[in-house]
């Protein structure tokens, strides 16, 4: 599958890109294509218009509207920012629709905190939803996200990387059954 992986985060010291780097090394290894769409290096003006309304679509929402386009499903890795997912994110978002029209979007946040960012996560849910796609009910928190690295990047808690495996699986098991069915539409097989 093509997953674009969708860095929520654009903090000088940002901790987020950390659980995005580990999710597409083990999804590369599993043999999908990862497309990363970090913020950071796609800066998104505000938001006037979106994609299909906008008179003069800024080049850089057109390519990342492409990027999106061709991906088969989603992953949104954000922080929680006093309650909710950040507004880099939001921002993104809504310039766009058909780009996740169903679509499974997988929701991955990270808190300094214990909670791992919940309540991101449910807040983003509902606006996954709005768009037309398919939350993944799996999610996945990372809570403590400063200390929740070791120098390989590997996860030094078990419980999260339990969990991290465990997104994983569920996220490749509906993504890839609503991708097939979808060919099965294209192909009539
Ligand atoms: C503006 C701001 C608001 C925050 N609000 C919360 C919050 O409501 N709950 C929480 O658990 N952590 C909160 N934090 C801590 C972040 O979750 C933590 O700094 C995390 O590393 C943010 O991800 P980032 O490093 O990618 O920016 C906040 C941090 C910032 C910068």
Do not use: C
Not at 44 to 53: F, T
Not at 110 to 129: D, E, R, W
Not at 143 to 152: D, H, L, Q, R, T
């Amino acid at each position: 599958m093509k997953i674009a992986i969708i860095i929520g985060s654009i903090r000088q010291g940002r901790q987020s890109q950390k659980i995005a780097h580990y999710l597409q090394h083990n999804l590369t290894g599993q043999g999908h294509h990862i497309d990363l769409v970090d913020l950071a290096a796609t800066p998104l003006p505000m938001l006037e218009e979106r994609v299909g309304k906008h008179p003069q679509l800024p080049a850089v929402v057109q390519d990342l509207s492409n990027r999106l386009h061709a991906a088969d499903a989603v992953i949104m890795v954000t922080p929680e920012y006093h309650g909710s997912f950040s507004g880099v994110l939001k921002n993104a978002l809504d310039y766009f629709y058909s780009e996740f029209s169903r679509k499974v979007v997988g929701i991955v946040t990270v808190s300094a905190g214990k909670l791992g960012g919940i309540n991101a996560a449910t807040q983003l849910q509902h606006v996954i939803l709005s768009l037309g796609a398919f939350p993944l009910p799996t999610k996945l928190l990372v809570p403590e996200v400063y200390g929740a690295f070791n120098e390989a990047q590997e996860l030094t808690s078990d419980i999260t990387t339990r969990s991290a495996q465990r997104f994983i699986d569920e996220f490749q098991w509906l993504a890839t059954a609503i991708t097939e069915k979808k060919q099965q539409a294209v192909t009539g097989i």
